[in-house]
């Protein structure tokens, strides 16, 4: 009879690697993260935890996030520069992912848009979902709304592959503010959210009044398939983070490796035009 | 002491093997014992056991991981101990709850021939386990084959622990469902 006790004796079945490494997270005191929360006093906690937890969190979660000092540059691959790339700095955030060796290719398909998009709503499969003629005035689906340089929704597929060796995903010029990092389980992905804002002084010879952008963004990612979808922009993060929800992936066969890519940057930043 | 040096002492009939194991194991040992039985004297038990049983194995035996190894048998000692003492209850420890849990996976009514049958399961739940995505794969190895408590899990590895038994109660559905399509339940 397979009973519950047949099956639980049935466990001896599992590869030893699989025993060594459950081991390893659970009993290494570096990855200890609430226990550890609990021991320290709340004055010293602040410093502890986030040093404790962000080790603790990044045994798991497939995403490390920091703010670069302001002088430290990047140096991005940029056809248009004689040199053939720039030297960029003010980054406001930069997400850097596991090594990963092969990534698998995606593409996806909006399960859900708000009300104003439902144009760019299509069986289509794609990597990469602009919703970029909503905002250029003259376009047949204008929407008002979004007239800035940034745009109202843009979706893009990347591969973790691209980014080791010292690679990232950079937020330009913007600053980021609390960056949320959750597990959704049921999609099988870790997910990281942020808003981001740039303020600007009025500019009388311009005629421009003192204004604040603000994008938002979504970041997916599969660390056992290595890929990663950005969904960033205008619209708010409650929106976007339910287009993420609503986000049908599919793995394209395809298999993306480091030497694939020119260039080991991508920008967050979901400009338009 | 390195594992490769402690196998090495059992292979030389040394005494020093078991105070060794036990200095690098024994805690190690006694938690999966106890997780399992749910008594101190019992997970002593077993663990003595355990040592015993180490010391007969080996040689021949010479395992690549000494304390899935060593955790192998203290399972099976504690696991029979809970059987023999008819512990299938709440209240029995860890391994109770486990067992219970488990009963998501196995209709009643089931018949399994032993040993061929028993030894076909364990093949099948390993190939489960490492086709599981690393994060459920930790989690329901210390759960189902370390037993450690749900809470204790969450704490560890940082999870609240209404996502360590949603991420449970998931890979428990696709068990019975891999159990299935293999023939087994």
């Not at chain 1, 002084?201 to 994008?215: G, S, Y």
Request: glycine share 6%; hydrophobic share 40%; net charge negative.
């Amino acid at each position: 009879m397979l009973d519950a006790y047949s099956l639980l004796r049935a466990m001896n079945g599992i590869r030893e690697e699989d025993i060594v490494m459950a081991d390893k997270h659970f009993d290494s005191p570096k990855h200890v993260r609430s226990r550890t929360k609990r021991m320290v006093t709340l004055a010293l906690a602040a410093a502890l935890i986030l040093a404790l937890g962000a080790g603790a969190w990044a045994l798991f979660f497939s995403m490390d996030h920091r703010v670069p000092e302001p002088e430290e540059s990047f140096r991005i691959h940029w056809e248009e520069s004689p040199s053939g790339y720039i030297e960029w700095k003010n980054v406001g955030l930069a997400v850097t992912f596991p090594e990963t060796e092969e990534s698998r290719a995606v593409e996806f398909r909006p399960g859900w848009l708000p009300e104003e998009m439902a144009s760019l709503q299509d069986d289509a499969w794609a990597s990469r979902l602009t919703a970029e003629r909503l905002c250029f005035e003259g376009g047949a689906d204008f929407v008002p709304a979004y007239d800035d340089m940034t745009q109202p929704m843009l979706i893009e597929s990347f591969a973790m592959s691209q980014f080791n060796q010292g690679g990232a995903l950079l937020l330009l010029d913007y600053t980021a503010g609390a960056v949320t990092e959750e597990t959704w389980v049921d999609r099988n992905v870790d997910v990281l959210y942020f808003s981001a804002s740039i303020h600007f002084d009025a500019n009388p010879e311009h005629d421009l009044p003192e204004r604040t952008l603000v994008q938002n963004y979504v970041l997916l990612s599969n660390p056992e398939a290595g890929w990663v979808v950005r969904i960033g922009g205008e619209l708010d993060l409650e929106t976007l983070l339910e287009v993420a929800r609503n986000l049908e992936i599919r793995e394209t066969g395809e298999i993306l490796r480091y030497e694939d890519f020119t260039d080991h940057f991508a920008l967050f930043n979901a400009g338009a035009g | 002491m390195e594992d490769a040096a402690i196998v090495d002492l059992y292979w030389a009939r040394s005494d020093r093997a078991i105070s060794e194991t036990e200095h690098k194991y024994g805690k190690y040992c006694h938690s999966i014992a106890f997780n399992i039985c749910g008594t101190r004297e019992d997970a002593e038990e077993c663990v003595s056991d355990t040592w015993f049983s180490a010391w007969n194995q080996m040689p021949d035996k010479r395992p690549t991981a000494l304390s899935a190894f060593l955790g192998c048998i203290t399972r099976n000692f504690a696991l029979n101990l809970l059987k023999a003492r008819n512990r299938h209850k709440r209240g029995g420890g860890e391994g109770a709850l486990a067992l219970e849990e488990l009963s998501d996976c196995v209709p009643d009514g089931t018949d399994v021939e032993r040993s061929v049958e028993e030894r076909e399961l364990e093949r099948a739940v390993g190939r489960f386990v490492a086709g599981l995505p690393l994060r459920e794969r930790t989690v329901f190895v210390l759960r189902y084959w370390r037993l450690v408590p749900v809470e204790e899990i969450s704490e560890r590895l940082g999870f609240s622990q209404s996502k360590t038994k949603s991420m449970l109660f998931r890979t428990r559905k696709k068990l019975r469902a891999y159990l299935r399509e293999e023939g087994l339940c």
